[in-house]
């Protein structure tokens, strides 16, 4: 195969591709198509009165030999040594590369992208932090002869993706050519016995996107068939691809049997409660009889909190004269303002502490949440993005009785119950803004500054904002509650 042309999205310059040895590809014939071919096959639904029958026609079209993905590069993860943490720039990291168009196996699907949705993985993996993806991408090449295909000296990176399907790899049966999907993040193998139970335990689980490669921040991808959920119909792409990650995870975290089982009526403290997590944490907390205590950063999250139906807010911002200090330095935290945060709670609640803490900050609150937390509580945590090294006062745990719950992504059934909360329309996304695939650098910088509120979208190859939306009749019931983040 030729060269291809690569673009740095980060400086705009343009040059060959490195020439190392990838993926096969895949479909194509004699006629060279290309993925505008197949948007324009795509674009063809918007407004027929029949799009599924325009879709379909997806499957007499051959699959293109390349497509566009935003990588990071094997030689380029020592660019940020010896920096500070903020100071890493993914806006150095992220590439929008021509790669090969990889060829399916069993139980796959080749999906079209139209739009994805940026999350925090996608900044660790831009900043290399807490260690490299390609030791991930290494890790499974060795699993199989398939999966060999996964480790590249590239990585296209991602975790969502809503879009329609191209191709189906053999043995999927559930799914063809033309559907709309998205596709939740678990990949999973299911060939140990552990992983039947809950497949987040299988020993080959993987976070598709990150631990993997083909993610969704792309013109296609390849996914596992069982990632894949119907597409809710009454959102635009962009709007259906940024539940996916996080909608499930804060399903799995605060619904499921598995993470904190939430019940009518229990108080739930909710950390940074307007973010990609928090908001659909707040959503569900409400959706589902709890009484959210929503805490925010700003003024203008707290008011976000407000439109979303939540009454108890939290404004930590030193603006408020609330400004709660958990360190007195790098490493002693202060008691005193557990204390004063467990009061104003009490005092929002009329005495009650939260019988579940929404925890993903991590290091910066840990030790706060586990102090609040009411006698016989959970505190159900994931992700850390203030720092995975947690301290906590241990008295409060084992003296009264809480406990604490590690809680990663979800598995296909959790992920497609909060998929069908969104499609219910119980749930709304909570985009603020979208970039073009070429910007992606500048989304994932905008996360990784805390500079965003509620999920920061990319279209891939939806060529602008509004587009693939089925069920108008839904969605003007609930037109105001989709749009509440926007602009923001």
Not at 4 to 27: K, L, N, W
Not at 74 to 79: G, L, P, V
Not at 123 to 129: H, R
Not at 303 to 319: N, T
């Amino acid at each position: 195969m030729p060269d291809v042309a690569i673009t740095d999205m980060a400086v705009g310059r343009t040059g060959a591709d490195d020439g190392s040895t990838q993926a096969p590809c895949a479909g194509a014939d004699e006629r060279e198509v290309t993925v505008q071919d197949i948007l324009e096959a795509i674009m063809a639904a918007e407004g027929s009165a029949q799009p599924e029958r325009e879709l379909a026609g997806l499957a007499g079209l051959p699959v293109p030999e390349s497509y566009r993905g935003v990588v990071v590069r094997a030689d380029e993860t020592r660019m940020f040594d010896g920096m500070a943490t903020r100071d890493k720039d993914p806006r150095k990291a992220l590439h929008l590369q021509e790669v090969p168009t990889p060829e399916l196996g069993p139980g796959e699907a080749l999906v079209a992208v139209m739009a994805s949705a940026i999350n925090y993985n996608t900044v660790w993996t831009s900043i290399f932090e807490p260690l490299p993806t390609f030791k991930f991408l290494q890790r499974y090449g060795r699993l199989s002869e398939l999966t060999r295909r996964h480790d590249l000296p590239y990585h296209v990176v991602g975790s969502d993706a809503a879009g329609v399907v191209l191709r189906t790899g053999p043995g999927v049966t559930r799914w063809k050519a033309g559907d709309e999907v998205v596709a939740h993040c678990l990949s999973v193998e299911l060939e140990d016995a552990a992983g039947h139970d809950d497949t987040m335990l299988d020993p080959q689980q993987r976070i598709w996107g990150f631990e993997t490669n083909f993610g969704g921040l792309a013109e296609l991808a390849v996914v596992k068939a069982n990632q894949l959920m119907p597409k809710p119909r009454h959102l635009s792409w962009e709007e259906a691809a940024s539940p996916g990650l996080v909608n499930s995870t804060a399903y799995r975290q605060l619904v499921s049997h598995h993470g904190a089982n939430m019940r009518q009526g229990d108080v739930v403290l909710i950390w940074g409660a307007s973010g990609g997590l928090g908001g659909y944490a707040t959503q569900m907390a409400l959706n589902g009889g709890a009484i959210p205590v929503c805490v925010v950063s700003s003024p203008e999250k707290a008011e976000l909190c407000r439109k979303m139906g939540a009454e108890l807010v939290i404004d930590r911002s030193k603006a408020t004269g609330e400004g709660y200090q958990f360190w007195r330095d790098e490493e002693t935290q202060d008691p005193d303002e557990w204390r004063r945060f467990g009061e104003r709670i009490r005092e929002l609640t009329g005495g009650e502490d939260p019988d579940i803490v929404f925890e993903h900050p991590g290091r910066e609150t840990f030790g706060a949440s586990v102090y609040v937390a009411k006698r016989g509580g959970t505190i159900v945590t994931c992700a850390s993005t203030s720092g995975y090294q947690h301290q906590y006062d241990n008295r409060y745990l084992w003296m009264h009785l809480k406990r604490i719950v590690g809680s990663h992504f979800a598995n296909y059934h959790e992920a497609w119950q909060a998929n069908r909360l969104v499609a219910l329309g119980q749930v709304h996304p909570t985009v603020s803004k979208t970039y073009p695939l070429e910007q992606t650098g500048q989304a994932a910088y905008e996360v990784h500054r805390n500079a965003h509120q509620g999920k920061v979208g990319v279209r891939c190859l939806a060529p602008s904002e509004g587009l693939g939306v089925r069920n108008r009749e839904l969605r003007a019931r609930h037109e105001t509650a989709i749009n509440r983040f926007r602009g923001q």
